[in-house]
């Protein structure tokens, strides 16, 4: 399946190639078959016959040489001929003088065959069993074959004077013939070969030019025209089929080009009237849009007004009663140090109340700021000591990583003790059943700016994704009815913002918020600004009716 798979994703010249590759090979291999079934009987009988050649031209030399008078001679020219004459594995030379006698072997230890120049043999049991039938090609030859096909037995007689000397036996290889018949068909594959090659080469070529060409130029033209380049065409250099292609491709084009033309002329007039009306639809929403925004903060504007109106009248007598007898006590000291210092604690959150009322009152205006150095430090320590009644009657454990070389900062005690009392009690609402409070200061470098950082952290109840980004709108709360009014992150959010700094908020339900207040170490040209508008700005009864109930 791979293999499948893998050949698909071949070229249609590589797919030819192959296939003619494979045709021819296979062709080849067939004629190869073919060629040394044809070759090997006519070229075994060429061997056949040049080894009778070769075996009387030494029978007629190893007479005329008078070798046969000499046995070492007669060795000697054995050996050479073994030699020289391919084929020859085994020479004997048998004389007659006399008695038959071995007078020379080139094999001393191999079997000897006794024959003799006329057809038989002496031992005719050792012929039957070790040799085929006999053939006599001329009157002083004969030639027998061994059983396993391999070798040629061929004898010779020896003349001298006309008269019977004795023989020569050549124990010839046929294999010679297989070695030439394979040599042919080598030699014919491998031009074969070569000739494949070539065509391979031609046919290359020809696609190169022919069908490569012409196909990969319409391939770039379609290229072109799918990423919207609908004026490119095809060259179409020839007249056959691929030619014919090609124009095809390029009038298709035209057609597509003045379609799409048409086509982007009407989806432009179409376009630019459906900009103009969502433009005039835009404008329409946005007018909309901020009218709802200016009527929904003048409605939580009224309603902060109305409420603070009523706090003042409501607070304003208890109030006075209660800062009454406080200054009474701490006047008579009749109290240890302790009592005394609980009793100017009580006065001036007595007076906090007093300006978080004012503040209420004057909502629509910015604060009035009393500006001064701020150990952040150690208004977090007293926000701490402060809370912590109700932290350990909630069991909230506290942990505060205050480190002493933390800048002073410029702002209003007063207001920066409010913004983290009211991030404190928000924790301690957010965590009921108890949990952990995390308060962390750091200095930290804002645009080439020395700022200091505050982290409140709690483990309590968390606030959803959709309520993060209306957390600071005036009269918006998550808390129960009459436990929130809403207004006290947003007044912690503008106290932050007239004295130059930001706050923010990050949160997942059941896991905890984590409040962020950067406060600038010097932001006095801002808070004097500040300071200015609410002077310029200072009016209301509300103010007055309190400050007369107090």
Not at 135 to 144: I, V
Not at 355 to 377: A, G, Y
Request: include cysteine; charged fraction near 25%; aromatic fraction near 4%.
């Amino acid at each position: 399946m791979q293999v499948f798979k893998s050949a698909r994703r071949l070229g249609l010249q590589t797919k030819i190639i192959i296939l003619f590759v494979v045709a021819v090979v296979c062709l080849l291999a067939v004629s190869t078959f073919i060629a040394m079934l044809l070759t090997r009987q006519p070229v075994e009988e060429e061997v056949y016959r040049r080894a009778l050649t070769q075996a009387r031209l030494a029978a007629h030399n190893l007479v005329n040489d008078g070798a046969l008078q000499n046995p070492q001679t007669l060795a000697h020219t054995l050996r050479q001929m073994q030699h020289d004459v391919p084929g020859v594995r085994q020479a004997d030379v048998y004389l007659h003088a006399g008695h038959r006698r071995l007078a020379a072997t080139t094999e001393p230890t191999a079997t000897h065959l006794e024959l003799d120049h006329i057809p038989g043999i002496q031992d005719t049991r050792w012929a039957s069993q070790h040799l085929h039938e006999f053939e006599r090609p001329n009157p002083d030859q004969y030639t027998t074959e061994t059983p396993d096909g391999k070798y040629w037995i061929i004898s010779t007689t020896l003349r001298d004077r006309g008269k019977s000397a004795g023989c020569l036996i050549l124990k010839v290889s046929k294999l010679r013939s297989n070695v030439i018949t394979q040599n042919i068909v080598a030699d014919n594959f491998l031009l074969m070969l070569c000739s494949l090659i070539f065509l391979i080469f031609v046919i290359h070529g020809f696609f190169l030019k022919s069908v490569r060409g012409p196909v990969k130029e319409m391939i770039r033209v379609m290229e072109a025209a799918e990423g919207g380049q609908l004026n490119v065409r095809a060259r179409a250099g020839s007249e056959d089929e691929i030619g014919q292609l090609a124009r095809h491709l390029n009038r298709m084009l035209d057609r597509i080009e003045n379609f799409n033309s048409e086509l982007a002329r009407k989806i432009k007039d179409a376009t630019l009237e459906l900009e103009r009306r969502n433009e005039e639809l835009t404008r329409i929403n946005e007018e909309l849009f901020e009218t709802q925004r200016t009527l929904a903060r003048s409605e939580r504007l009224a309603v902060a007004g109305q409420l603070a109106a009523s706090l003042a009248h409501e607070i304003g007598t208890p109030l006075n009663s209660i800062s009454g007898h406080v200054q009474l006590m701490a006047r008579q000291k009749t109290g240890d140090e302790a009592t005394h210092r609980r009793l100017q604690i009580i006065q001036k959150q007595i007076d906090n109340i007093v300006r978080i009322v004012k503040q209420l009152l004057s909502w629509t205006r910015k604060f009035e700021l009393h500006v001064e150095p701020v150990d952040i430090r150690h208004l977090l320590e007293e926000a701490i000591l402060l809370s912590s009644p109700a932290l350990e009657a909630k069991k909230i454990k506290v942990r505060a990583d205050f480190p002493p070389d933390c800048p002073q900062v410029y702002g209003d005690v007063g207001y920066l003790q409010q913004v983290f009392l009211n991030l404190i009690n928000n924790s301690m609402d957010a965590m009921p059943r108890g949990g952990r409070l995390d308060l962390r200061l750091s200095p930290l470098t804002h645009r080439d700016s020395p700022c200091v950082v505050v982290e409140i952290k709690d483990t309590g109840e968390g606030i959803a994704l959709e309520n993060l980004e209306h957390i600071f709108d005036p009269t918006f709360t998550t808390k129960r009815l009459g436990t929130g009014t809403g207004l006290g992150l947003a007044i912690c959010h503008q106290i932050v913002q007239q004295h130059g700094g930001n706050i923010a908020v990050e949160s997942e339900v059941k896991r905890g918020a984590c409040f962020r207040i950067t406060l600038p170490v010097d932001g006095r040209e801002k808070m004097e600004a500040a300071v200015t508008m609410a002077h310029a700005s200072a009016s209301g009864s509300g103010d007055e009716h309190l400050s007369a109930s107090i």
